[in-house]
């Protein structure tokens, strides 16, 4: 059983709808990533949170909007997205110690398909 | 800025022929050096990393990696590989901060029967 749970594993939507994807992590780490995963993309970092602060959104567009209401979960919040925004959606934690070798913990991702 | 570059997009190779999996990185600093590897419909799983010390390091499944700082390389190996290594395989550098870690866009090990 994996320390960092996403759900939904699977969405589609419409370009009009409004969803969430949600992450709960296990592991009692103080640091949750969103991570955007495309064919033939290098893995994209989208936002980082640290004791439920956000520390770096990497550009993200504002259809992508997270929330950490704690340590412990994340959710994106997606709205009026296009369909080159399908991909697979990672969450991730790992202890924020400021140590650089900390190791990050993967969800197994939300398939997300915009039609 | 650091970067990272697996060369090999996919390597095909054959049940319990040996491997290696090329990673290259760039960084004005000291760095610490990861593979992760992805299994389908899965997540990233942490194969080994370089923290620092020995520059073997040893991972899970038999997997190991060496750091080589004069050729900034972090090759992955593995002596006989299984069906079941059939994988997405992934190199990651970090010299900037726990959430400063980049990726390199993966290489595909598909182990032939």
């Known amino acids: 059983e994996t320390g960092v749970t996403q759900t939904p594993r699977h969405l589609v939507m419409g370009m009009t709808n409004k969803k969430s994807l949600k992450c709960e992590q296990h592991?009692?780490?103080?640091?949750m990533y969103w991570y955007k995963q495309s064919a033939k993309k290098p893995l994209e970092l989208m936002f980082v949170y640290n004791f439920k602060e956000q520390t770096e959104n990497n550009s993200v567009p504002s259809r992508f909007s997270p929330e950490c209401p704690n340590s412990s979960h994340l959710f994106l919040h997606l709205h009026t997205l296009q369909p080159e925004d399908s991909a697979l959606y990672l969450c991730?934690?790992?202890?924020?110690?400021?140590?650089?070798?900390?190791?990050?913990?993967f969800g197994e991702g939300s398939w997300l398909t915009v039609v | 800025a650091q970067s990272v570059t697996q060369l090999d997009s996919q390597v095909p190779v054959f049940e319990e022929a040996p491997v290696e999996l090329r990673c290259n990185y760039s960084s004005s600093v000291s760095v610490y050096l990861f593979w992760y590897v992805q299994y389908p419909n899965q997540g990233l799983q942490l194969l080994l990393k370089y923290l620092s010390g020995s520059t073997l390091v040893k991972g899970i499944n038999g997997f190991e990696a060496e750091f080589n700082k004069s050729q900034t390389s972090f090759h992955l190996r593995k002596p006989s590989v299984h069906i079941s290594d059939t994988a997405e395989y992934f190199c990651a550098v970090n010299s900037g901060g726990y959430q400063k870690v980049t990726f390199g866009t993966g290489t595909k090990l598909q182990v032939i029967p």
């Open positions: 592991l009692g780490h103080n640091a």
């Open positions: 991730a934690s790992s202890q924020g110690t400021g140590d650089s070798g900390n190791t990050i913990y």
